[in-house]
């Protein structure tokens, strides 16, 4: 009798998830172009003859200073704009582990270990660099977090004949890496808890949860409730954020039966993801950018400072080393020591070059800085750096083995007029390392 077929590590979905992920692909490709032009503006702002003007802007203070609500700009985006980003993550993660494919144990292991690999292996490597050169261990969370927006960008530009289980594997891991961000940050980063406000906030978020899963849509009810949760988390001490995701999980992913079951249409949560996507990757993340990555380069003397601060340098090697050594050592192991095997479709030189470009830290990499080391602080600007640095250089990196892939994957399907099974062992010359059994 023939063997069983070995499960796929990096097999494609099923349809309907594959043309979902493909849809949440070209928007948040988008959100990723506005992303890097935010940064880049923010950046030449900030080292500009107008830097005091744009440091001015970040300061302005907006809000009600009775309900100590009185923040800079720079704050109400941190706190305030990426709110709506974690929602949009909260909805997504439900989305997955409840509809998705990641419902299935056997799918969810892969990305779900590589995440894991991801956070703690650039966390050891900051915490050895700073061990041994006598640096701040409370960054050490920093270079744990990928970027999708930006990480998706670069794979849009470089690896347009890539295959397509090579995005999903890198949507899918960012879902579970947005996930175990959201905990470093309520975990690890909430300095005092009020405990009154944060039980007060149950009462608006259990309102908001009865209302959603009953299907109703009324923004003039639900926005209300969704600011009164935002503003009582605020004040508890833990970060607003994780407001943002407790309200996305509230929301239900699937019809109820009484609504006719899934068989009659998409959930709420998917209505409501398509509704604030654009809003998080074309508004409120670029906004965070512009507001947050204005840092003074300092020429030749800043390259000198980032590399001789361990703070820095343990940044830049937790994203440039730390995230794809991390990445591909969980995902090798779970090939390793369970029964599945990557697509027959990839090669683990593909899965390398995905792994290194997980190593662009950016959006929640700056936000964790500013919780570890005080938004505005001398130390928070060079955390920016660092993650500016060791971003570009993941990206660079990236760009050069995703290329040379793809110019292979092109010349093959040039060769042959069609791509499939087998490919990418052709392309890399050699058969999967993985045992085959």
Request: charged letters at 15%; proline letters at 6%.
């Amino acid at each position: 009798m023939a063997s069983p077929r070995r499960p796929s590590l990096l097999g494609p979905g099923s349809r309907a998830e594959t043309r979902r992920i493909a849809d949440i692909l070209r928007k948040e490709t988008i959100g990723g172009a506005l992303l890097l032009i935010a940064a880049v503006a923010a950046l030449v702002s900030a080292n500009s003859p107008w830097s005091e003007a744009y440091a001015g802007l970040r300061s302005v203070t907006v809000g009600p200073a009775g309900w100590h609500m009185d923040l800079s700009l720079a704050k109400w985006a941190s706190d305030g704009l990426l709110a709506i980003f974690f929602f949009v993550a909260g909805l997504e993660l439900k989305r997955e582990f409840v509809a998705g494919d990641l419902r299935d144990p056997r799918r969810a292991v892969v990305p779900v270990a590589a995440a894991v690999g991801g956070v703690i292996v650039p966390a050891l490597l900051y915490l050895l660099v700073n061990s041994l050169m006598d640096g701040a261990a409370r960054g050490w969370a920093t270079p744990t977090a990928t970027d999708i927006a930006f990480a998706l960008a670069v794979l849009a530009v470089v690896g347009r004949r890539l295959p397509p289980a090579l995005r999903t594997f890198l949507l899918t891991l960012a879902v579970v890496d947005d996930l175990l961000a959201i905990v470093i940050i309520a975990v690890f980063y909430t300095s005092h808890l009020s405990v009154l406000p944060l039980l007060a906030a149950l009462v608006p978020l259990g309102v908001f949860t009865v209302l959603v899963q009953r299907r109703v849509r009324s923004w003039w009810l639900l926005l209300p409730l969704a600011g009164v949760t935002w503003g009582l988390v605020h004040a508890s001490g833990v970060h607003a954020t994780v407001a943002g995701v407790l309200l996305g999980f509230a929301v239900p992913v699937l019809r109820s039966e009484k609504a006719g079951g899934p068989e009659a249409g998409p959930g709420l949560a998917e209505h409501f993801e398509r509704r604030f996507r654009p809003i998080s990757a074309g508004v409120a993340v670029p906004l965070f950018a512009f507001l947050s990555a204005g840092v003074p380069l300092g020429g030749l003397d800043g390259v000198t400072n980032l590399l001789a601060d361990p703070v820095s340098l343990g940044v830049v090697v937790g994203l440039v080393v730390g995230k794809p050594l991390g990445i591909m050592a969980a995902t090798w192991l779970t090939a390793r020591f369970t029964r599945a095997d990557i697509d027959e479709g990839l090669a683990w030189v593909d899965v390398g070059g995905l792994a290194i470009l997980s190593g662009i830290g950016f959006t929640v990499s700056l936000l964790i800085g500013e919780l570890a080391f005080g938004p505005g602080t001398a130390r928070d600007a060079q955390v920016k750096l660092a993650v500016l640095t060791g971003s570009l250089v993941a990206a660079l990196l990236a760009t050069v083995v995703l290329r040379l892939r793809d110019r292979a994957y092109r010349r093959l399907a040039d060769d042959d007029g069609t791509a499939g099974p087998g490919d990418a062992e052709r392309v890399a010359g050699q058969v999967h390392p993985v045992e085959r059994r």
